[in-house]
């Protein structure tokens, strides 16, 4: 059951990053762009066993080691090893009866699965000083060095009070499971470094501090510590330059007896949904447009260019869209209206180039048309025009 929690949770980290925003901009203009980096926790605070002694008596030094990986602005794992020292508490035996407590001493490597609640709810910020990081993990404790407990045991077996003795008692090294959750309140020192405030809550079975107590053992954590990233966690991003379309112009020449004349150009603008590669009803007019033109024109040939708006999304997934909106329109004008592939040639720019001012006008795949001549037969010379392109 922890494992498939623990599975459910990643999961979960990893749809979220897909939707997390992985760019920022600064007041001044500046665009900046998520980089995944591994970062070090170095960390040292104190640790509460839940126990039958008084509760400053049940309080041990405690340290962290963890090294991880942020995989997004809100995903990232690490794997940690927690060490030091628990305590065990007993009320009630001898007589008079005395309540008392015994240390012992532990390691527990785990993962911990990192979900950033700033960059979740309110979307990252390189520059933000402080940044709320909930945890879910679990791991192996190694539990060993059981000796004051043991003392106690064998008192009581020397004073004949047997029916005292814990039911629980262990000796040697022990390892268990554990489960773990917390949070890690995250104040911004450097591009590199960060101050860590971190607590935690631990789970194990009911036999960590060798008494039978009928539920499961816990101890707490409050850390203290550094995060050190290894490597850049972000990166300015250049300036896109947008590039405005070409104007095409064809000039005409007077009709001689005969002539091949340049027939004007079509240009159809399809456009596109955030995040989707399906053609509307409506823009499917465009696309038979032209391939009506193509077949009214045999001669005639069409370029079809791919567009994504730079406004969402990333690079990569921009590519993606790009190139699929510029292969839809590939395909239909080929297997719905029957053009032959010979007579298209298409390109895809991803969001490197902009040819709208509007972001969302981006989504499109451009089709232009051109390169179509039309025979007037009225004596035997023929003369062809001349095409001017004004840029």
Same mark, same amino acid.
């Given at each position: 059951?922890?494992?498939?929690?623990?599975?459910?949770?990643?999961?979960?980290?990893?749809?979220? @990053?897909?939707?997390?925003?992985?760019?920022?901009?600064?007041?001044?203009?500046?665009?900046?762009?998520?980089?995944?980096?591994?970062?070090?926790?170095?960390?040292?605070?104190?640790?509460?066993?839940?126990?039958?002694?008084?509760?400053?008596?049940?309080?041990?030094?405690?340290?962290?080691?963890?090294?991880?990986?942020?995989?997004?602005?809100?995903?990232?794992?690490?794997?940690? @090893?927690?060490?030091?020292?628990? !305590?065990?508490?007993?009320?009630?035996?001898?007589?008079?009866?005395?309540?008392?407590?015994?240390?012992?001493?532990?390691?527990?490597?785990?993962?911990?699965?990192?979900?950033?609640?700033?960059?979740?709810?309110?979307?990252?910020?390189?520059?933000?000083?402080?940044?709320?990081?909930? +945890?879910? *993990?679990? *791991?192996?404790?190694?539990?060993?060095?059981?000796?004051?407990?043991?003392?106690?045991?064998?008192?009581?077996?020397?004073?004949?009070?047997? $029916?005292?003795? =814990?039911?629980?008692?262990?000796? *040697?090294?022990?390892?268990?499971?554990?489960?773990?959750?917390? =949070?890690?309140?995250? +104040?911004?020192?450097?591009?590199?470094?960060?101050?860590?405030?971190?607590?935690?809550?631990?789970? /194990? #079975?009911?036999?960590?501090? #060798?008494?039978?107590?009928?539920?499961?053992?816990?101890?707490?954590?409050?850390?203290?510590?550094?995060?050190?990233?290894?490597?850049?966690?972000?990166?300015?991003?250049?300036?896109?330059?947008?590039? !405005?379309?070409?104007?095409?112009?064809?000039?005409?020449? #007077?009709?001689?007896?005969?002539?091949?004349?340049?027939?004007?150009?079509?240009?159809?603008?399809?456009? +596109?949904?955030?995040?989707?590669?399906?053609?509307?009803?409506?823009? $499917?007019?465009?696309?038979?447009?032209?391939?009506?033109? =193509?077949?009214?024109?045999?001669?005639?040939?069409?370029?079809?260019?791919?567009?994504?708006?730079?406004?969402?999304?990333?690079?990569?997934?921009?590519?993606?869209?790009?190139?699929?909106?510029?292969?839809?329109?590939?395909?239909? /004008?080929?297997?719905?209206?029957?053009?032959?592939?010979?007579?298209?040639?298409?390109?895809?720019?991803?969001?490197?180039?902009?040819? +709208?001012?509007?972001?969302? /006008?981006?989504?499109?795949?451009?089709?232009?048309?051109?390169?179509?001549?039309?025979?007037?037969?009225?004596?035997?010379?023929?003369?062809?025009?001349?095409?001017?392109?004004?840029?």
């Amino acid at each position: 059951m922890k494992i498939r929690t623990l599975f459910c949770a990643a999961l979960l980290g990893m749809g979220t @990053a897909a939707m997390a925003q992985a760019t920022y901009e600064a007041a001044d203009g500046t665009k900046y762009e998520f980089k995944k980096h591994a970062f070090l926790d170095l960390q040292g605070g104190i640790q509460h066993t839940l126990g039958e002694a008084k509760t400053k008596d049940l309080f041990s030094p405690n340290v962290q080691l963890g090294l991880g990986y942020q995989f997004s602005p809100v995903f990232g794992a690490r794997i940690q @090893a927690n060490a030091w020292q628990s !305590k065990g508490g007993w009320n009630g035996y001898g007589n008079p009866a005395i309540t008392k407590d015994y240390k012992y001493k532990y390691v527990a490597p785990g993962i911990d699965f990192m979900f950033n609640l700033s960059n979740l709810f309110c979307g990252w910020n390189p520059k933000r000083v402080f940044n709320v990081t909930a +945890f879910l *993990g679990g *791991g192996a404790n190694v539990a060993f060095d059981n000796d004051e407990v043991n003392s106690i045991a064998n008192t009581l077996r020397q004073d004949g009070l047997a $029916q005292y003795e =814990l039911e629980y008692l262990w000796d *040697g090294t022990k390892v268990r499971p554990f489960g773990r959750a917390g =949070l890690d309140l995250n +104040f911004r020192l450097s591009d590199a470094v960060s101050l860590m405030v971190e607590g935690n809550a631990n789970i /194990l #079975s009911d036999k960590y501090n #060798s008494k039978k107590a009928g539920n499961p053992d816990w101890y707490f954590n409050g850390l203290l510590g550094l995060r050190i990233n290894l490597g850049k966690a972000y990166a300015a991003v250049a300036p896109v330059i947008v590039e !405005k379309p070409k104007v095409y112009r064809t000039q005409r020449d #007077s009709i001689f007896e005969n002539k091949t004349v340049k027939v004007a150009e079509l240009r159809r603008d399809v456009f +596109f949904t955030i995040n989707s590669i399906t053609v509307s009803e409506t823009e $499917q007019l465009k696309i038979k447009d032209v391939a009506d033109y =193509l077949k009214k024109y045999p001669q005639a040939k069409v370029v079809v260019s791919g567009y994504a708006d730079v406004g969402t999304g990333n690079a990569k997934i921009n590519a993606r869209l790009a190139a699929g909106r510029a292969d839809i329109v590939v395909r239909d /004008l080929k297997e719905k209206y029957g053009i032959s592939e010979d007579r298209i040639t298409y390109a895809s720019y991803g969001d490197t180039v902009q040819p +709208f001012e509007e972001n969302d /006008l981006n989504r499109v795949s451009i089709c232009i048309a051109d390169g179509a001549t039309e025979v007037k037969k009225v004596l035997k010379e023929v003369k062809e025009t001349q095409v001017e392109v004004v840029e």
